[in-house]
C-alpha cells in the first residue's frame, strides 16, 4: 500500500471547510502493542503504547458525499431512513435495525450477503463499565481488524451465527464493513472522522493485540504520516448513515483500511449534549 501523490491534489478536495483539531496518534515503539478491554491485574498498565496529538485539518465532506466511494476512500455517507424508535432497545435494534442495516448494505456494496454479528452504543453520559454495555467515543486513531483478525474473527462469527460452508465463503471476496450513525438528536460533540485510505501507508498501521476476558483480539493503531487526509461529516442526523471499510480481502486496487477516531470539535457549542451512536459490525460477501 502506497500513497500516490496525485490522490493529495485531488480537484475534489479543494476549497473544502474545515476545522483544525488534536488527532491521537501512537508513538511507533518496538514491542507489540497491547490494549486491554477491562482493568487488568494490578501492576499491568492498561496500554503499553504512547501516544501523542497533532493538530491537523478535518475536512467537510458533506458537499463531496456523492464522490466519495467506499471502494476507493474507504468510507461513504448516504441518508437512510430507519424505523426504530429507541437504539437503546436491545430486541428492537436486532429485530428491525439489523434487517433494514442488511438490505442497506446489500444496495450499497452488491454484496450477496450481509451478515451482522456486532453493535456498539456510545454515549458518555451513560457509559458505565462493568455496569453497562455503552462505552465512550473512542479517541485514538485505529482501525477496527488487521490483515490477520478480519479473518480470525470471520471465522470465528460466522460459526458462532451457524452459517455453513464458512471455507468456501471466505475463499470470495468479503469486507467488514462499520454502519455508523446519531440515534438521537444531531451530533455536536466528539464527531467521527475518517482517514482517506489512500493516503494511509502500511506502515503506518501496527498490529496490537486487544485483549478481553475470554479471548485475544487484534486491531490496528496508527502512527502519524502528514499524507493523512481527514474527513467528517458535521451534525449527522439519524436519518444518516456513515460506513466505514474495517477490512478487506481483496489485496490489490481497493481500499482495505480506514482509520478512524472521534475528536474533539473546536467548533462545539459548550453545552453541546453528548454524543450518541451506534456502529454495526458487519462481514460484507461480494459476489463471486
Request: charged letters at 25%.
Amino acid at each position: 500500500m502506497s500513497v500516490d501523490s496525485q490522490v493529495l491534489d485531488r480537484p475534489i478536495f479543494h476549497n473544502l471547510p474545515s476545522v483544525e483539531a488534536n488527532l491521537t496518534y501512537l508513538i511507533p515503539m518496538a514491542e507489540k502493542l497491547i490494549n486491554y478491554t477491562y482493568e487488568p491485574p494490578a501492576g499491568i498498565p492498561r496500554s503499553n503504547g504512547t501516544h501523542q496529538t497533532h493538530k491537523l485539518p478535518i475536512y467537510n465532506a458533506r458537499s463531496i458525499s456523492k464522490n466519495i466511494l467506499l471502494d476507493r476512500e474507504g468510507f461513504a455517507f448516504t441518508r437512510h431512513q430507519t424505523n426504530v424508535s429507541n437504539f437503546y432497545d436491545e430486541d428492537e435494534v436486532r429485530r428491525v435495525y439489523y434487517p433494514e442495516a442488511e438490505q442497506l448494505l446489500k444496495d450499497v456494496t452488491g454484496a450477496t450477503q450481509v451478515v451482522i454479528f456486532d453493535h456498539t452504543l456510545r454515549n458518555a453520559g451513560q457509559s458505565k463499565p462493568g455496569e453497562n454495555n455503552i462505552k465512550e467515543p473512542a479517541k485514538r486513531v485505529h482501525n477496527d481488524f488487521t490483515a490477520k483478525s478480519g479473518y480470525t474473527r470471520a471465522r470465528r462469527e460466522l460459526a458462532v451465527q451457524g452459517i455453513e460452508n464458512i471455507d468456501t465463503l471466505l475463499q470470495q471476496r468479503f469486507a467488514i464493513i462499520n454502519v455508523w450513525r446519531a440515534i438521537a438528536q444531531p451530533i455536536q460533540e466528539s464527531p467521527l472522522a475518517v482517514c482517506d485510505a489512500q493516503t494511509i501507508a502500511s506502515t503506518d498501521l501496527v498490529a496490537s493485540d486487544l485483549v478481553y476476558r475470554d479471548r485475544v483480539g487484534e486491531t490496528y493503531s496508527a502512527t502519524y504520516n502528514s499524507q493523512h487526509q481527514w474527513f467528517y461529516f458535521p451534525q449527522m442526523h439519524r436519518d444518516e448513515a456513515l460506513f466505514i471499510k474495517c477490512f478487506d480481502s481483496a489485496e490489490k486496487g481497493i481500499a482495505r483500511f480506514a482509520a478512524h477516531t472521534a475528536f474533539e470539535d473546536p467548533t462545539s457549542p459548550a453545552d453541546a449534549p453528548p454524543r450518541e451512536s451506534i456502529e454495526l459490525r458487519t462481514f460484507v460477501f461480494y459476489p463471486a
